[in-house]
């Protein structure tokens, strides 16, 4: 694909978002795959049908929207589920995804995928973006968002690549522990590079 793509991951509660908002403050466009993800499964779509047909009514909500805690109960603990479902969605995630960066119109596109690494998506990128904190600030971060117990975040974040293997995979890391003014800067620095590598690819 002609268009340059930069992978911007990074664990949860590590600030992902606050870093792709300022790049979409310097005119470059997002394709965030959590967004896409909930596309794919939305009322009425093929996504939703497939499921509701192997599952039964009883994953849709009264308002015809996909009940999402169902569904994680019913692939949490079965993995026969959980790669059927997988099967199912990734290559309809994957599909979106590569479509909104070829009707993208800005010098480069972020592409937003928390389970860059794991999914085997870093392939489609040019170059890739770690956003990094120390876990303990993740758990507490991330516990204090969403009104969780740490250990649930805990949990979460055993369940992804871990930190040294995901920083070993960047080529660029943020570290999200700066100012807010520091912050800004080292993303129009990065930015101004990936001006510079998107017009020379």
């Given at each position: ?45 093929d ?9 039964g ?6 308002s015809g ?6 569904l ?15 099967n ?5 995630i994957r ?20 389970l ?86």
């Amino acid at each position: 694909m002609s268009k340059y793509i930069v992978g911007l991951t990074g664990g949860i509660g590590s600030g992902k978002t606050t870093v792709a908002n300022q790049f979409a403050e310097l005119g470059i466009e997002l394709v965030d795959a959590d967004i896409i993800a909930r596309k794919v499964v939305e009322k009425g779509s093929d996504g939703l049908k497939k499921i509701v047909l192997r599952h039964g009514q009883k994953l849709l909500q009264p308002s015809g929207e996909l009940d999402r805690a169902a569904l994680r109960e019913i692939v949490f603990d079965n993995e026969k589920e959980r790669l059927w479902l997988n099967n199912l969605l990734h290559p309809m995630i994957r599909n979106a995804m590569l479509l909104a960066v070829k009707n993208a119109k800005s010098a480069y596109v972020i592409m937003i995928v928390p389970l860059l690494f794991e999914n085997g998506l870093d392939s489609l990128v040019n170059t890739t973006l770690v956003v990094d904190i120390p876990p303990h600030e993740q758990i507490a971060r991330t516990a204090k968002r969403d009104g969780v117990e740490s250990a649930q975040v805990e949990r979460i974040i055993a369940s992804q690549i871990d930190r040294n293997t995901r920083l070993s995979k960047a080529d660029n890391v943020i570290e999200n522990t700066q100012s807010p003014e520091a912050l800004r800067d080292t993303v129009q620095l990065l930015h101004l590079r990936y001006l510079a590598q998107a017009s020379s690819a």
